[in-house]
Structure formats: structure tokens, C-alpha cells
């Protein structure tokens, strides 16, 4: 019965809003990190941006207003970046992941937080930190307009896949701790293990005063080492699988995606920061 509906709905969606070809290719003509595709996955991913800027609300700061008008490749850009992460899932599960996610709102620009942390030696750290994006539990995410233009490229940067794997990880909590929702053939002692050997990777690298491997961001919080390596995972296979190849191993059984096979043998590259969407 519910099939039958949900069929019926798209298929009225698609009669109302036929998909815009020309404007997808377009779209994926932006974003390196989409290269390597095949022709089904890139309809597929297309389909879903294409109802994702339907069913959600992508709007822009009153500042963006006047000097920003986002034409529908654009923000099929946005979309398709957003959709990446789950487009290896059912129908289902991509609806069920998205089930929290109801507006993107772009600011102007990046914006700054006062932070507590605290260290392993109980010392408490209080800092202001930088942030090109956020995301709560069941509120908005936000993410700067400069960090989401330069998105897309194949360099570990990506404020729309981090913004939403944080997005994903509270899929069972109210916070982002690193411990989203996983598939059956992935056992939480597996996650856990794995990722607290990056966690403490990381850890040491910084007590050292060693640079680590991969953005020390991802040494912050669980929940972010959780959003850093997603976003290093879709856009730079190449540095996750080098610095953590049992991690990449996860995230690739996880996300049911190869970005490593999908790029081959295709070069890093990236287009002018600021040009993507
Ligand atoms: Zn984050």
C-alpha cells in the first residue's frame, strides 16, 4: 500500500517537475568530486538531488540575497554533493537518513564559536574556533557561502559532506559522537575499533607536535574525526586509504561507494576556489 503510494507521489513529482537534463549536466560538469560516475549512478544521484531541492528548504542569508541568485544547476550542485553520501543506499534507507535534514541555510560567510573542550589530561580548553559550517539535532544546517563555492574539488574539503555526515551520526543521538547508525554487516566493536585507532593516531601525532596524517580537525571530537574523514573519504580516497586503509576499508562498506576505484587513475584536480556552485 505504502509502495503503491510512494510510487504514485513520484511519479506525480516527476509530471510536475521534470528532470532538467541539461542543467544536471551542467551541474556535474562542476564538481571533480563527482568524476568516475557511470551513467546509472549519475542519473540516480541527479534524480535525488533534483527531489532533494524540492523537498527542502535551500535558502540564503538576507546579505546573500542581493548579490546571489542560485540558478537550478547550482543548486543541483549543492544537492548532488549533499546526496553523495548516501547514494550507495536503498531508496529507503537515503529517505530514512534525510528523514532529519529540513533546510540548508548559506551565510555570508565563515563565523566563529566559543569552544570548551576538554584535553585527556582533564584540562579544560576554552578557544573560539573558526566554522564554515554547523548542524543540530533537528534544526537547520548552516554553512558558509565561500566554503560551500569552494566544495566539490578532489583536495579532502567539503563543508556540505561534513555538515551532513554530522547530519547522518545523529541519526541516533541528539550529538554527533562519531557513532552513527550502522548496517548489519558492520559491528559496532568493528567501528569502534577501528575509528579509536585513528582517534588515538591522531592523538599521538599531535602530542608529539607532529603533523598528522590527515586534518587535525578530526582530532577534536569524536563526531568531527567521524565528518573530517567522510569528507577525505569522498573527495581524497587516496590520502585516507594511505593514512588509514582499515578505516577506508569501513567507510567504503559503509557508504556501499569505492570513490578510490570510481577516480582511478583520473588526476587530482580542482577547480578555482569560488567557481564550484
Ligand atoms: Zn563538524
Known sequence: MFGVLRRLRQWLFITRHPFPEQEWQRAMARLPILKGLNEQEAQHLGQRAWRFIHDKHVSLHPELIDSIELAADQRLAIAAQICLLTLGWSDSDHRHMQSNVH?????????????????AYGVTHDYEHRRAGETSYQGPVVASWPDVAASGNRNGFNVLIHEFAHKIDMRNSLNADGYPPLSSDISPKEWHRIYTAVWDDLQDHLARG????????????????????????????EQLTSAYPDLYDLLRRYFRQDPLARFGHSPII???AGSNV
Open 103 to 119: 533546510e540548508l541555510q548559506i551565510l555570508p560567510g565563515a563565523f566563529s564559536r566559543q569552544v570548551k573542550q576538554t584535553d
Open 210 to 237: 607532529q603533523t598528522p596524517p590527515i586534518d587535525a580537525y578530526a582530532a577534536s571530537l569524536p563526531g568531527e574525526c567521524f565528518a573530517v574523514t567522510c569528507e577525505i573519504f569522498f573527495s581524497a580516497p
Open 270 to 272: 580542482s577547480v578555482e
